[in-house]
């Protein structure tokens, strides 16, 4: 059972980074005065939270 929670968090962690990839490329395609000021901390605790579930992820498949 652990082994599956792990994959679905390693695989959540996946899709979040490549989401704040994605939102990062149209941020700076299509960014401009409007855009809010809290953007890049978006990016940065979307990738953060990526990371942090890939790692859990793993330690959960490897136990």
Known sequence: ?????GAILAMLGLWQIYA???YFQTLKKEGNQNT???SPLAIYSGFLSGFIFIIIGIKFITL
């Open 20 to 22: 704040s990839k994605k």
């Open 1 to 5: 059972m652990l082994k599956l929670f």
């Open 36 to 38: 809010s000021a809290f």
